[in-house]
């Protein structure tokens, strides 16, 4: 009997092929392959999207996190809190503003930060709350926006994983200063190379991000301020604002599968994270599950076919270029056990029902 062909993690073949090429045949005959018309169509409505005033592109998501920062002050001798089960980018990009990150611990139920680990990393110098909305949940935003108003510091959204993930009716990126976006290929909503965009209400910060990302000028030979180059092509925006239209149907088949998942995997040998606040508030843009015994378990989904990924396992304080960053006092156990333990099973629109069945028999039979 011939063996199934292996359930994939990723996959990009499942994009519409002649639509995108349709954008980019028609940015190749327009002549404008930097920051025009594409561009700001797609801030236009990715904006809209996100129910804020203003997105700017910028060339991927680390460089939004660092262009936001660095649009709303943030710099040399402030601290920044954040997670260290993220992307190392999160981290990187608080480095290259100039900025020193601080690593506070998660809940171990939900893998994001823990309000009491951050309450005891602020200090006189700390400037903002890096939230990062982990996996595609967005969860206790009243809360933290509270918490940033009373300690009086800013809060700030990695929305890397989360397109469109809503709490109360808004989107993520809405609630702090500025929310920063990737569209590298692999995210809910990905660009065919890399791209991202940051998201605010504020009118100053989207005027000096759009400053920034282009060598610090304002106008042609006018460079107040020093900048990067951090510009969107018009290629990307162009797919973008073709995919764009497939996002919502795409984020509901995630959230078909995680519904899926969630109500029939059931060995004993693993753990769900917490449920989400509310349907809104889950993209899934990865499904996580934790087992003592992950490695075997990885092992034994890949003798069915089952490919999975691990996010993250090394937290970022165990990174060697970020071991001597300042972490809570108390430690960080729970990402470290969250590092050991978690897994990521494929949860993607590419999946068909009966390669989803598959996962769930290979994850029951552990
Ligand atoms: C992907 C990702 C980033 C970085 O985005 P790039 O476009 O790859 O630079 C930052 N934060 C999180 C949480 C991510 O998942």
């Not at 040399?76 to 020193?100: F, H, Q, S, W």
């Not at 959204?157 to 989360?162: T, V």
């Not at 729970?334 to 028999?361: D, G, K, T």
């Amino acid at each position: 009997m011939q063996a199934d062909p292996p359930v994939s993690f990723n996959d990009f073949t499942d994009f519409n092929r002649t639509t995108d090429i349709a954008a980019i045949e028609r940015v190749l005959r327009s002549g404008v392959l930097v920051l025009g018309k594409e561009v700001r169509d797609f801030e236009q409505s990715w904006s809209a999207r996100c129910g804020v005033r203003h997105a700017v592109g910028v060339a991927n998501g680390m460089d939004a996190i660092e262009l936001g920062l660095r649009a709303v002050g943030i710099g040399e001798g402030d601290e920044v809190i954040t997670t260290p089960m993220t992307a190392v980018a999160t981290v990187l990009a608080i480095v290259r503003a100039g900025a020193t990150p601080v690593l506070a611990d998660i809940d171990p139920v939900t893998a994001l930060l823990d309000p009491d680990s951050v309450d005891r990393c602020l200090t006189a110098r700390t400037k903002a709350i890096l939230l990062v909305h982990l996996y595609g949940q967005v969860r206790d935003m009243p809360m933290w926006v509270d918490f940033a108003q009373s300690n009086g510091i800013l809060l700030l959204e990695d929305c890397a994983q989360a397109h469109e993930a809503s709490s109360e009716g808004r989107v993520v990126g809405s609630w702090g200063e500025f929310g920063a976006y990737s569209f590298y290929p692999t995210k809910n909503l990905g660009a065919c190379g890399d791209a991202g965009a940051i998201v605010t209400n504020r009118d100053d910060v989207a005027s000096r991000a759009k400053m920034l990302r282009n060598y610090g000028q304002s106008n042609r030979y006018e460079h107040p301020i020093v900048g990067v180059n951090s510009r969107l092509d018009e290629i990307q925006a162009a797919v973008l604002s073709q995919r764009l239209s497939q996002l919502a149907y795409r984020t509901q088949r995630r959230r078909d599968i995680a519904q899926t998942y969630r109500s029939q995997l059931r060995s004993p040998r693993i753990h769900l994270l917490a449920e989400p606040e509310n349907e809104a508030s889950h993209v899934y843009h990865l499904f996580v599950i934790q087992s003592e015994d992950r490695d075997a378990l990885q092992q034994h989904l890949l003798s069915s076919g089952i490919q999975t990924l691990i996010h993250y396992p090394v937290p970022v304080h165990r990174q060697t270029a970020f071991s001597g960053c300042r972490i809570d006092p108390a430690g960080l156990i729970n990402s470290e056990v969250h590092a050991q333990s978690c897994l990521s099973l494929p949860c993607a629109p590419h999946l068909s029902e009966s390669e989803v069945a598959r996962v769930v028999r290979a994850v029951n039979s552990f």
